[in-house]
């Protein structure tokens, strides 16, 4: 059975890191987004080689998992939906900066390893030359084909892998420090290199049109500098959990299905730019204008777009023989955050989130593989309608440049502004409103709670109460209401308009409805308001 892989993140000891990148932090998101591997991040930085060692035992081979009681721990906090143990793979990422033919280059790697033995090999040949403690993500005077023959000589087990080769700062093929090629970046010892990273603002498809790069296995990863960013890119594998079985796969194709994808005009590199001067230029007007700003005049920053192109040999719609599939996703908070209109970090996203995974189990089950119906079930109709939208690649672009992320939208702004904010008897469960001014009290912190939390099957509140919930469902308020009145009932997350002629229970709905939401926590009694209207 196919699983998602994260193999490149980063520590808490990585600088402009998440204080919460920690073991347990990156397997609680792990679960919640549905990795199966995640990458441990900088294993050569002293004090988190200690924590890895203190926190993870071998689990498949090559891989490592939570100690028991820490992953008990995690799994109290994860939906019951989720709970599928990640396991680790050692991973680094390593920055060299050196001089060669006449340019400084500047050039990330990622490094795995399948022991703690070549781990600690690695980290003293590599302590000689830098200092490992400054940074999780250690700058070191290295040329990047040394650095490949320290990998390669710490144990058979470790390999390397170029790290978003496009990145125009800091990449074995960016445009401000990088080379034309692979082969050039790694010398005498690139034929033991084997898989490339395309980076956040390049897809496959960008790639593709480079010949050069055909014998390299793409891969994507979330290079995730706080737990919450894991998965907005994966690798999908279909092999057994394994490193050894996981390697084999990046170097033959077998067992490797493809990649899970940024789109990559969300990237905050994919076009040319100036940020300071608010400038975004496409790759022919950067020509047209010698490369500067037409602001200021100053040089632009030149993106993976228009370093693509340069390299290309093949037109933008070429698809090399065997190259694998790919999914191109937007995180469901920044979805949520879309449908509600507000951050994709806020409160009112997190509940939503928490309460989807709760219903519908891992982020990336619910962006990528669940039937549509079932998203639709549970979900707002807008957020399913999203999700429908995405899985057709049908999204608006606004792309980033000079470190400027862009920005993916499913809807038209008009489109999320006409939609109703009620519910009818006779139109299905409605969709989800939140009234303005209601929307502004929350952000301020200072309005009514939240109404959408997730409705917790009467089993999971059984357990909650310590019983076996064969009885809960009779205490319902709904289980008294027939089909169309319960659905009705169901519409939690803001007001509720109950349309239908005489003798079908409006007040009856109404009533129940109210007793739903209290009784479920949802809302406190003074904070109901029901109106009923007679012709009498």
């Known amino acids: 059975m196919a699983f998602y892989a994260d193999l490149h993140v980063h520590s808490r000891y990585s600088r402009a890191t998440s204080k919460d990148a920690d073991l347990e932090h990156l397997a609680l998101w792990g679960q ?23 926190k993870l035992v071998p689990a498949e081979p090559g891989l490592f998992r ?4 820490i992953e008990e721990r995690v799994d109290r906090r994860v939906p019951r939906a989720c709970r599928d143990p990640v396991r680790f793979a050692l991973q680094v990422e390593i920055s060299t900066i050196y001089k060669k033919g006449e340019r400084t280059r500047k050039v990330h790697h990622l490094v795995y390893a399948a022991r703690l033995e070549t781990v600690e090999e690695l980290r003293r040949r590599l302590d000689r030359i830098g200092n490992l403690g400054s940074d999780g993500r250690p700058i070191l005077g290295l040329d990047s084909r040394d650095l490949l023959e320290i990998v390669l000589e710490s144990g058979d087990d470790a390999f390397l892998i170029p790290a978003h080769i496009w990145t125009p700062w800091f990449s074995a093929l960016g445009s401000k420090s990088g080379f034309d090629s692979i082969a050039a970046c790694y010398g005498d010892l690139a034929d033991h290199v084997f898989a490339a990273e395309t980076g956040l603002s390049s897809d496959p498809p960008m790639n593709w049109r480079v010949s050069d790069l055909d014998r390299y296995r793409l891969v994507s990863n979330s290079d995730a500098h706080s737990p919450p960013k894991l998965a907005r890119e994966a690798c999908v594998f279909d092999t057994d959990p394994d490193y050894f079985r996981m390697r084999e796969a990046l170097e033959t194709g077998e067992g490797y299905v493809g990649t899970v994808e940024f789109f990559p005009e969300e990237g905050k590199y994919h076009l040319d730019g100036h ?4 400038v975004r230029l496409e790759p022919r007007q950067t020509r047209q204008r010698g490369g500067t700003c037409p602001e200021c005049g100053k040089p632009v920053t030149v993106g993976v777009m228009h370093r693509v192109e340069e390299l290309a040999d093949r037109p933008p719609d070429a698809r090399p023989e065997g190259r694998e599939p790919f999914w191109s996703l937007v995180p469901l908070p920044e979805i949520l955050g879309e449908v509600r209109d507000v951050g994709a970090g806020t409160k009112t996203v997190e509940r939503e989130f928490a309460s989807l995974l709760d219903r519908l189990g891992p982020e990336l089950a619910i962006l990528r593989d669940l039937p549509l119906e079932q998203v639709e079930a549970a979900a707002d109709p807008r957020v ?7 899985r057709a690649g049908d999204v608006r672009r ?20 006409a939609q109703p904010a ?24 200072r309005g009514p709670a939240d109404r959408s939390l997730p409705e917790r099957p009467a089993q999971e509140e059984a357990a909650a109460d310590g019983t076996d919930g064969t009885d809960a469902a009779s205490d319902d308020p709904l289980e008294a209401l027939d089909p169309d009145q319960r659905e009705a009932a169901r519409v939690t997350g803001g007001p509720l308009l109950i349309v239908a002629g005489p003798g079908t229970g409006k007040t009856r709905t109404l009533t129940h409805r109210v007793a739903h939401l209290v009784e479920s926590g949802r809302a406190e009694p003074e904070a109901c308001l029901s109106v009923t209207f007679t012709r009498r």
Do not use: N
């Open 66 to 69: 939570l100690e028991p009681e």
């Open 32 to 54: 919640r987004k549905g990795l199966s591997v995640v990458g441990t991040g900088d294993f050569t930085h002293p004090a988190w080689a200690e924590e890895i060692r203190e």
């Open 422 to 445: 009620m519910g009818s008897l006779l139109g299905g469960t409605g969709v989800e409103g939140e009234p303005a001014e209601e929307k502004e009290q929350k952000e301020e912190g």
């Open 384 to 390: 399913a309608e999203a999700v429908r939208r995405l």
């Open 275 to 278: 940020r300071k001067c608010g």
């Open 398 to 417: 606004e792309a980033g440049f000079d470190g400027e992320y862009g920005t993916i939208r499913l809807f038209d702004p008009e489109e999320l502004e």
